[in-house]
């Protein structure tokens, strides 16, 4: 279901060394990642999730949903921040019509993320909007034990309990953390929430097939078997050791261009807005599987064409170290077509009976070309349409290319042992107890 295309980069790989990227590297990366015998592998239940979803995963996160519709919950709070948070929001993004807080038309509760900040406006502003609906919470956190969800939780949580009552409330939130250990696991025993379990071996940037991401994205009216069944065919066809394999070219070409000719930036490249956040999960994923040990491809992403008018000339003429993962969408399940003008003031009749799709596409193709001549290799990754189907296969298809190119760069991918640092200073800032010594120590610096 997703296709890889890499003739954007001919001019700039000599075909010997990619042979050898794949040939050599690539699919013993692979190896590694399917024998289960690299760095990290405790955490590679993401691999089977489509293909070995229990049913009672989907229907209990069905049966949440159709729970809030019941008592006509009009707005839930997701609250959960990195992996936690991305994958949900990428999908619901996607998926949603662009307009519909505007639309008067509902076909779904709405949901808006909370707990992936600390800022006081964002979450005073989230509860005047909360003061005025009916509202539902789903709080998620793996470790059970991040500052910023917590904060935000506790907040809504109060509101909650002021205003449905204690009993009210607890029968409005559902927790997804850890099966054993965890504040929030601890806190949603006693309260008695909807528990749902973040396996074990499955990392948070790797969740959103788990009920971290599929809760959200059902209570947002979306088809998740649809989701993961596209995941479930892009797992299948990825299975096959082959040179051909698209995760596999994947990994080659950027680890090739990254090695060998110092392109130390990606960028993922859309020509729709619904994709935005697909840049954010995706930089996510790659961003903290591989940038450890001093290494790694910084992942940037753009939207075209609004970012041909701002990042576009740096792309084009900028430092030489990047190149670009384009996504493209092969049908639009729109349909606009462009009529004519009379007077043809703005001398677009050329451009009469064109669909606007059919622009966008030739804006696309001019900017690779263009890019290519700039010195920036293009890669290109291609789904069919926006449907749950599709995107459930991107996911997984970047999920599973990750893997294999974080074991190219001889780096774990499933850790992440660079995010505690400003942990443990803000705690310290923070007075936390058992950082007294830190708190001391920090405070000399400032
Ligand atoms: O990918 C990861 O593991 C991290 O980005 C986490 O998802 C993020 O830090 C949130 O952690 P948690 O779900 O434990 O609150």
Not at 84 to 102: D, N, P, R, T
Request: charged content about 20%; hydrophobic content about 40%.
């Amino acid at each position: 279901m997703v296709n890889i295309n890499v003739k954007g980069c001919a001019s700039f790989v000599d075909g010997g060394k990619y042979c050898k990227y794949v040939g050599e590297k690539a699919l013993e990366a692979f190896d590694v990642l399917v024998s289960g015998n690299g760095a990290g592998n405790d955490f590679l239940g993401w691999r089977h999730l489509p293909s070995e979803m229990p049913e009672e995963i989907l229907s209990g996160c069905e049966a949440v949903r159709d729970g809030w519709k019941a008592m006509g919950v009009d707005l839930v709070v997701a609250i959960g921040i990195g992996g936690s948070y991305l994958g949900a929001k990428c999908v619901i993004e996607a998926l949603s019509h662009c307009f519909a807080k505007q639309l008067s038309r509902k076909d779904a509760a709405e949901v808006v993320f909370a707990g992936n900040n600390l800022s006081e406006e964002y979450i005073s502003e989230l509860m005047d909007l909360v003061r005025e609906r009916n509202v539902a919470c789903v709080v998620i956190s793996k470790s059970g034990t991040t500052t910023e969800p917590a904060v935000a939780f506790r907040i809504v949580k109060q509101y909650l309990e002021e205003t449905y009552g204690k009993a009210g409330a607890a029968a409005r939130i559902v927790a997804v953390t850890d099966a054993r250990k965890g504040a929030l696991k601890t806190l949603s025993t006693q309260e008695g929430y909807r528990t749902f379990v973040v396996p074990d071996d499955v990392g948070g940037r790797f969740s959103v097939l788990t009920p971290v991401g599929l809760i959200p994205i059902a209570a947002a009216g979306f088809d998740i078997r649809a989701l993961v069944a596209g995941a479930c065919t892009e797992e299948r066809a990825l299975a096959e050791r082959s040179s051909e394999n698209p995760a596999v070219v994947y990994a080659s070409m950027r680890n090739l261009l990254y090695s060998e000719l110092g392109k130390k930036v990606e960028i993922m490249v859309t020509y729709n807005p619904k994709l935005q956040y697909l840049g954010e999960w995706w930089k996510q994923l790659y961003g903290e599987s591989e940038g450890k040990d001093g290494k790694g491809i910084f992942p940037a992403s753009v939207t075209n064409t609004a970012d041909l008018h701002s990042m576009g000339q740096f792309i084009q003429e900028g430092e030489r170290i990047m190149f670009e993962t384009v996504v493209t969408v092969l049908n639009s399940s729109r349909s606009v077509v462009i009529g004519s003008d009379l007077q043809n003031l703005d001398g677009l009749n050329f451009l009469a009976g064109k669909h606007v799709e059919y622009c966008n596409t030739m804006a696309k193709i001019g900017t690779q070309l263009a890019h290519i001549d700039g010195g920036v290799p293009q890669i290109e990754v291609c789904i069919d349409r926006v449907d749950e189907a599709c995107i459930g296969a991107l996911l997984y298809f970047f999920e599973f290319a990750c893997g294999i190119s974080a074991y190219m760069l001889g780096v774990n991918p499933f850790n992440q042992p660079g995010v505690e640092a400003y942990k443990k200073n803000m705690f310290a800032l923070l007075d936390k107890p058992g950082y007294e010594a830190a708190s001391k120590a920090i405070r000399e610096r400032l």
